[in-house]
């Protein structure tokens, strides 16, 4: 399991820990509960793999800030930060482990 994968489903037992008992989760949760944890969040990443038209435009604002005074964001700008969300995603979900980049 790579490292954003992990992060994410270590969060999520901690999160359904404290909303199911109130309680903390234990602090390395059993192998099963972290790899079906894993599998959640990669079905979770696969489902938003396209970006959503709001996330598409405030992505090629951010790389065209000027222009969103002139009227929004460019084509190629969109289309940019289409690319690096899915690129972004897909490397989320790929089996490459590495640590913080």
């Known amino acids: 399991m790579n490292v954003a994968i992990e992060r994410a489903a270590r969060a999520l037992l901690r999160a359904r820990a404290e909303r199911n008992s109130?309680?903390?989760a234990p602090e390395e949760p059993p192998s099963w509960a972290l790899e079906a944890a894993g599998a959640d969040v990669r079905m979770?990443?696969?489902a938003?793999?396209?970006?959503t038209e709001a996330m598409v435009?405030?992505?090629a604002a951010s790389l065209d800030h000027p222009s969103t005074?002139?009227?929004g964001p460019s084509l190629q700008s969109k289309r940019k930060a289409e690319r690096v969300w899915s690129a972004m995603i897909d490397a989320?979900?790929?089996d490459?482990?590495?640590g913080e980049g």
């Not at 938003?48 to 970006?51: A, H, K, L, N, V």
């Open 69 to 71: 005074y002139m009227g």
């Open 96 to 98: 490459m482990t590495g």
């Open 48 to 51: 938003i793999r396209e970006p």
């Open 22 to 24: 109130g309680m903390p």
């Open 57 to 59: 435009a405030h992505g």
């Open 44 to 46: 979770a990443l696969k």
């Open 92 to 94: 989320a979900l790929s």
